[in-house]
């Protein structure tokens, strides 16, 4: 559960070896390539556009619901063909179902003006008929019109006009555009409908039986993908005639397995540690189930190789934080019967497995915390009764949710120091990080003293801190004199950063604000719903439903997207801010094969 540890190997070998040598390290898929050669562009060739083309496929056929028993061995298949065959499919229900719909438009135009079965053209003495809806409002523009016209429909909104003229009248003959009926008359379009939705059918029926090969095509589609990771990986390979060497990154608790391999294979081996101005790339260490904290923490910034593993208390606060948004354990609940719902489905991969139970954590959080502040879809718990004795605090209670955020905030701020400090231990600008967390701490306590000794208590320590962060911001090294007077400028730079502390403390009261509104939104729906019911008798009672169910649809989609936006955001801005050095890292991406998720 931490930042894994990393050491250099650089093997050397026969030229004749190389491509051996390169197949087993990636049957390992342990080892992190550094370019010896110069880094390759990777052009978008053939085998690409190959690439792109097979995505395109695959995502088209997992989209049907339920795919056919799958096909595992045919050695016939040929996935080029198959690809091919799949994307001509894709086209064809595309212009399929763009047909319906432009004919299904077309009968919504022509049916006002009826079942029109137009004469031969010669029938009607070189003229033909030009179609418009006009507003009723616009019937007077009708009168300042030269050409033969008549109404030959109308409704409360449109009146419908027929012109008769030999050529296309001008376009603003009248105050709305011609409507296009084309020369077909309704029956005619809605048989071309009913062929069209057949071909449909038949092109659906189509993918489906395609789908009987999606396990296949993702096993063709891994071999071809671990083959472009081998010619790649060897671009990066510095060779001549007789030798060969690469150079990488492995973990390690995996040194051993190499340095096995090059040593049965007759390669020389240097296993060396990271240099103080190299920057491995960063490998998370967790296991499969908290892959989707991995995910959440890397989504924002890659920790730097020598920064702390942020995954665990990403999803403790970030859960933490979610619940107090949505303040409401009906909606906990919800969230709980969502996620119930697609538990199965959910399961399908060990990856999948760890969003789960991402998302059941959250649930639980949430309805934890709204048993706490006791608001069930807005309703409190009666007074007497078991909930209402499991609620110790309320969202509207403004002095003690403030304090409770503003002590989450420093809280959290105080951990993301004192982690920073950890991280940086053995260099000054540790010391700078216990600093503010004394700087924290001491105006916490000043904020919340009753007595001037407690006051003085906060203050002195509030000193203390600043005067760490002056004295040990800097890292300057001192060759001469005028180099203290720089350390000096650069611990006042650093105590400039008080303000922003200041700030960052005060982001935390979203936590109060957004939980309040969502309570509140919650009650006010509530009280127009009993409102409306008690106002209309009988009708009120579906209007009162209609306005309660609808209210907090919506209140809980507010509730949802304001969790994960915020929630998220008080890790990413300011706990990452204040306990990662902000050095952006690079992800660990070994030579591996790529496999099928199972």
Known sequence: MTIAALKKISVLGPASEEATALEDLQALGCMHLLPLAPEPERPEDASTRTAKDAYKALKFLTEVPDPRRQVRRDPDFDIAAFIAEVLELQQRIREARDKRDFLNARIAAVRPWGNLDFPPHD?????????????????????????PWEIVARD??????????????????????????????????????????????????????????????????????????????????????????????????????????????????????????????????????????????????????????????????????????????????????????????????????????????????????????????????????????????????????????????????????????????????????????????????????????????????????????????????????IDWLWRGLDGLQGLAGAMGLFGDVLSYMRLFALGLASASLAITFNDLAGQVREALPGLGVLLGLLIFLIGHVLNFGLALMSGVVHGLRLNYMEFFKWGLSGEEGRPFRPLARKEIDA
Not at 134 to 139: A, S, Y
Not at 268 to 273: G, N
């Open 156 to 481: 409360t909104r449109s009146l419908f006009v027929v012109i008769i003229a030999p050529e296309e009248p001008p376009e603003d003959i009248l105050p709305v555009p011609r409507t296009h009926t084309g020369s077909l008359p309704i029956h005619e379009l809605d048989a071309e409908v009913e062929e069209t939705e057949i071909a449909l059918e038949a092109l659906e029926a189509d993918r489906l039986a395609c789908t009987r090969y999606l396990t296949l095509m993702r096993a063709r589609m891994s071999e071809a993908e671990s083959r472009a990771e081998l010619d790649f990986a060897h671009q990066q390979v510095l060779t001549d005639e007789a030798m060969f060497a690469l150079q990488g990154w492995v973990p390690e608790d995996r040194v051993d397995e190499v340095n096995a391999l090059a040593e049965s294979q007759g390669f020389a081996v240097l296993i060396e540690e990271p240099a103080f101005d190299e920057t491995p790339p960063t490998l998370l260490e967790q296991p499969e189930e908290r892959a989707a904290g991995v995910d959440l923490a890397m989504f924002y910034q890659v920790p730097g190789y020598r920064d702390w593993d942020p995954t665990v208390i990403l999803v403790a606060s970030f859960s933490l934080f979610f619940a107090m948004i949505v303040a409401d354990a009906g909606y906990g609940l919800i969230i709980a019967g969502i996620v119930g719902a697609y538990w199965s489905r959910l399961g399908g991969t060990a990856h999948a497995r760890s969003w789960r139970r991402l998302l059941a954590i959250l649930a639980a959080a949430t309805l934890v915390y709204g048993v706490l502040v006791g608001s069930y879809l807005g309703f409190s718990p009666r007074e007497g009764s078991l909930l209402a004795g499991l609620k110790i605090m309320s969202v509207d209670d403004f002095g003690t949710m403030m304090t409770l955020s503003i002590v989450i905030g420093v809280a959290h701020l105080v951990l993301g120091n004192v982690l920073a400090a950890r991280a940086r231990w053995g260099r000054t600008v540790a010391y700078a990080s216990l600093g503010w967390c004394a700087v924290l701490i001491g105006g916490l306590i000043l904020w919340l003293a009753d007595s001037d000794a407690v006051s003085t208590l906060g203050i002195l320590t509030m000193v203390g801190g600043f005067g760490g962060v002056l004295a040990f911001t800097s890292e300057r090294p001192i060759k001469d004199p």
């Open 123 to 147: 029938a009607l003495a070189g003229q033909m008929l030009w179609f418009y809806q006009l507003p009723v409002k616009e019937r007077a523009a009708l009168d300042e019109v030269a050409l």
